[in-house]
């Protein structure tokens, strides 16, 4: 099992906070985005999710890339489903990365 960091960007707080209110139910699919990944995060690997250089919530994946129809854009991307185990409440500081999907 691998630990990634996903870093998302300000316009997408509001998803991130839909999500999070649909606790434990609720499912995040985001995208690969453009770089060139050497390890890719697979079925069970745990994810922390950024934004605005805090921590939001951690999650599993549970859905490998996959291509999924993306209707902001109106284009098929490479999607990754991650399912929440736990919100974080409290203000935690973890700067957000370069790339959308990071190693750590």
Known sequence: MRTWQLSMGREDIDYINKVCDHFPTGLLNYEKGRANMKLLPKIGDEVYVTCRAKL???GVVVRDFHVAFNPNLKVNQLTLTVMLTEVVKEDVHLKGRR???TLL
Do not use: T, V
Request: charged letters at 35%; a positive charge.
């Open 56 to 58: 939001r919530c951690i």
């Open 99 to 101: 790339r959308n999907w």
